[in-house]
């Protein structure tokens, strides 16, 4: 396997089988320290650097907060406009990260720029986490939900998942490509102006990862393990930032889960995952129900963020 030491965390594309399983084994022996409530010394050596140039509550505070959960120094910004690269200079990614790589020893980085962490890493001497970039991918949302499912079904082989949502979605891109290395088929429901690329369908194919597409969820969910969603009523993640709109839409039922399609549709114990926010694809009463994981995914984001940076820091082996 692969050494995680120095290593940056682009893309999922290229992961192995076997380092799944590694992550998720580090996330076991760290657990505990996030399930306590405490902080460790592991890290305290270290310093994250947070580099968001996009809004998020979850990948950002759940990164920073795994880092201090490690012992650990955090710097950083969550609003490029109070940087240089986001004012009159506009300042470059190449410059940008040259400055970065000295004020700490890993950078996390969300961009709306497809490729943007990719470009960081070119330029930096210390590992970039990407946490998310324009349409492109989001690794460790998708790692977190591999573990969180990994916990809640004991395996990731012999699922069927139901992906709901816009397929142009990051984290659609990060799930297709892990799928390809498990047991999983996989149905893909979506609006058709949110349709997979050709491009997308392609390297899935290329993967031989199995999936078909259904146009209503209410006709696939029966089969589903792990039902897997993002909203159709969406932003467009190629921009810094989209202002709430009066006039959003709503979600058409065909893209929703609701409590009464999970009671007559789906198996008694499918799970439903969320990276969250959410819009009325999936309404709050389904929280109550003993199908909703995604508040336990929220904490495995802290957990997985934990093991990566344990990883990359060299601080486990
Ligand atoms: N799931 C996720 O990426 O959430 P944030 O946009 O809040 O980081």
Redesign the pocket.
């Known amino acids: 396997m692969r050494s995680f030491l120095g290593r940056d965390i682009l893309s999922l594309k290229d992961w192995e089988r076997a380092e799944y399983f590694r992550v998720f084994e580090i996330c076991d022996r760290l657990a505990p320290i996030a399930v306590n409530r405490t902080n460790s010394d592991l890290l305290a050596r270290k310093t994250l650097v947070t580099a968001f140039y ?9 990164t920073e907060a795994a880092m201090h959960r490690l012992g650990g120094h955090v710097v950083g910004f969550s609003d490029a406009k109070m940087t240089r690269a986001g004012d009159f200079y506009q300042e470059s990614i190449k410059d940008t990260v040259h400055m970065l790589e000295y004020y700490g020893d890993v950078i996390a980085m ?1 961009h709306f720029q497809q490729g943007a962490p990719h470009e960081a890493a070119k330029w930096s001497s210390v590992p970039v986490i990407n ?2 970039d324009g349409w492109g991918e ?1 690794p460790t ?1 998708v790692l977190t939900d591999l573990y969180t499912i990994y916990k809640e079904k004991g395996t990731l082989d012999g699922l069927h998942f139901l992906c709901i949502g816009d397929m142009r979605m990051r ?1 659609m891109h990060s799930i297709g490509y892990a799928i390809s290395q498990f047991n999983i088929e996989a149905t893909l429901v979506y609006p058709p102006e949110m349709a997979p690329t050709e491009e997308f369908k392609k390297e899935l194919n290329d993967l031989n990862v199995r999936f078909r597409e259904v146009k209503n969820a209410a006709d696939a969910i029966a089969d589903a393990d792990v039902i897997y969603m993002e909203p159709v009523v969406q932003a467009d993640y190629t921009k810094s930032r989209e202002e709430n709109k009066d006039n959003k839409g709503l979600t058409p039922p065909a893209y929703q889960v609701t409590k009464k399609l999970m009671r007559e549709k789906a198996k008694p114990d499918a799970i439903i995952l969320h ?3 959410r819009m009325d694809e999936l309404p709050a009463d389904v929280d109550a129900t003993r199908h909703a994981r995604y508040w336990i995914e ?1 904490f495995n ?1 802290v957990v997985l963020r934990m093991a990566l940076l344990a990883l990359t820091l060299g601080a486990v082996e």
């Open positions: 996009q809004p998020s509550t979850r990948t950002r505070l759940a969300r946490c998310g989001h949302q984290t990276s969250l926010p929220a984001g």
